[in-house]
C-alpha cells in the first residue's frame, strides 16, 4: 500500500442521521462555469471552498487494506495528494447504512472533495444537494442505482466488458492446458455478483462452449476462512482456474488455489508480478485507475459536476485484461477480443445472455 500522507485525518464519529441532517439547499452555494461537453467545473477548483487547502475525503464499502479493489481506490488518493500537498480523510468498511451520516461527517471538516469507492455508498449522495456539503464537489463510481444530478461527477464503466474478456482469457489458458471446468468464488449474493459471474462465464465459453463453471456465493467478500472453505471444496469438484472476486479475502483463496496450480485471476488491479499468492491474468477494472484520471483534471480545475464519464475496454486504457505470461498467439487473440468490444462488433450483453446462463 502507498505509504499514507502526513496529516491524514480520521472520521469522528456520527449521530444518527436524523439528528444531524442539516437543512436542504437548493443551490451549490459556489459560483461556477459551464465545461466543455456538459457539467459545472466549481469555482475555485480544486480548493472548493477557499479555505486554502485541499482536501479529499475517501468513503470506501469495503476493507481499503484488501491489496487489491479497494485499496487501490485510497492508494490512488493518496499518493495523487501526496503529489500536490493535499490532504486525505478515509474510511473504510461504510455500511450502505451509515453513507449519508458519513458524508455529512466529511463535509463537517471542510472536504473540498467527497469520493465514493464505490456505488453501494450511493445513499450517501442527498448530502451534496444540502447547505453543510455545498461547496463540495462529488466524484461517484455509477450504476444502475445512482442517477445523475448536478452536484456530482459520475465515472462508469460496463462490467460485463471486462468480465466478458476476462472469461476470454480465462478460456485461452484452460484450452492451453486441455481443461474445461472453472470456479468463481465471492461475497454476498447481490447483482452485482451474479452479473459478473455470468459474464465471465460467458467469457470462458466464447473458447469452450461446453466448459463447465460453478459458482459460489461464500456470503462475505472480506472472510478468508469462507473464502478457502469455498475455494478447497471447489478444487475438490476438479475446478482447475479460479476466480477469487473482490474484497479482503482475495489473497487468501489464492493462495490455496496456488496450491492446486489453478488458474488465477486478480479482481481489479495488475499483480502480474506478485509472487505471494501468483496470478496468471489481471483484471484491470480499479476505481483508483478510474480515480486517478479524475483527480488530475481536478487539480487543473477540469472536473466538471453534472457531468458523467464512461470508461470503454478496447479504447480507453482501462478497463483492461492482462495474461501474465500469455504466448504471442494467446495476447494476440485478447487484444483483438478487446478490440472487437471496443468497435461494437462484440456485444458483451448479448453474449452474456447468449452463453452467461
Known amino acids: 500500500m502507498v505509504a499514507g500522507l502526513a496529516a491524514v485525518a480520521t472520521l469522528a464519529g456520527c449521530a444518527s442521521n436524523s439528528a444531524t441532517a442539516p437543512k436542504a439547499s437548493a443551490t451549490t452555494g459556489t459560483s461556477a462555469s459551464a465545461a466543455a461537453g456538459g457539467g459545472t467545473i466549481l469555482s475555485g477548483e480544486p480548493d472548493v471552498n477557499g479555505d486554502g487547502k485541499v482536501v479529499i475525503g475517501v468513503l470506501s464499502p469495503g476493507d481499503i487494506n484488501d491489496k487489491g479493489y ?12 501526496k503529489s500536490k500537498g493535499w490532504t486525505v480523510i478515509k474510511r473504510g468498511s461504510v455500511p450502505a447504512t451509515s453513507a449519508l451520516s458519513a458524508a455529512r461527517a466529511l463535509c463537517q471538516q471542510k472536504v473540498d472533495m467527497i469520493a465514493l469507492g464505490a456505488s453501494e455508498l450511493s ?24 442517477a445523475q444530478t448536478p452536484q456530482i461527477m459520475l465515472s462508469s464503466d460496463n462490467p460485463n466488458q471486462s468480465m466478458l474478456a476476462a472469461g476470454y482469457a480465462t478460456g485461452l489458458l484452460m484450452q492451453a492446458k486441455g481443461q474445461t471446468k472453472a470456479g468463481f468464488v465471492t461475497g454476498q449474493q447481490a447483482d452485482f455478483t451474479i452479473a459478473a459471474a455470468k459474464a465471465w462465464k460467458a467469457g470462458i465459453r466464447e ?24 475455494v478447497q471444496a471447489q478444487m475438490s469438484q476438479g475446478v482447475k482456474a479460479m476466480y477469487p472476486y473482490l ?35 489481471s483484471v484491470l477494472f480499479s476505481p483508483g485507475d478510474y480515480f486517478a484520471a479524475a ?6 480545475g477540469k472536473l466538471a459536476m453534472g457531468a458523467e464519464k464512461v470508461w ?46
Open 70 to 81: 479497494y485499496e487501490s481506490f485510497v492508494d490512488e488518493a493518496d499518493a495523487f495528494a
Open 247 to 281: 474484497g479482503g479475502s482475495t489473497d487468501a483463496a489464492t493462495a490455496l488455489a496456488n496450491t492446486g496450480k489453478l488458474i488465477t485471476l486478480t479482481p481489479g488491479t495488475d499483480r502480474c508480478s506478485s509472487t505471494s499468492p501468483t496470478f496468471d491474468v
Open 123 to 146: 445513499d450517501a449522495i442527498p448530502a451534496s444537494t444540502e447547505q453543510l456539503c455545498a461547496k463540495t464537489a462529488w466524484y461517484v463510481p455509477s450504476s444502475a442505482n445512482v
Open 295 to 300: 483527480l488530475k483534471q481536478f487539480a487543473a
Open 207 to 230: 473458447v469452450l462452449p461446453k466448459a463447465q463453471v460453478v459458482t459460489t456465493y461464500a456470503g462475505d467478500l472480506n472472510d478468508s476462512a469462507k473464502a478457502k472453505e469455498a
Open 312 to 357: 470503454q475496454l478496447g479504447v480507453d486504457p482501462y478497463p483492461t485484461v492482462k495474461l501474465c505470461k500469455g504466448t504471442a498467439t494467446e495476447n494476440k487473440k485478447l487484444a483483438a477480443f478487446m478490440s472487437s468490444i471496443g468497435t461494437k462488433k462484440i456485444d458483451p450483453a448479448a453474449e452474456v445472455k447468449r452463453l452467461g446462463n
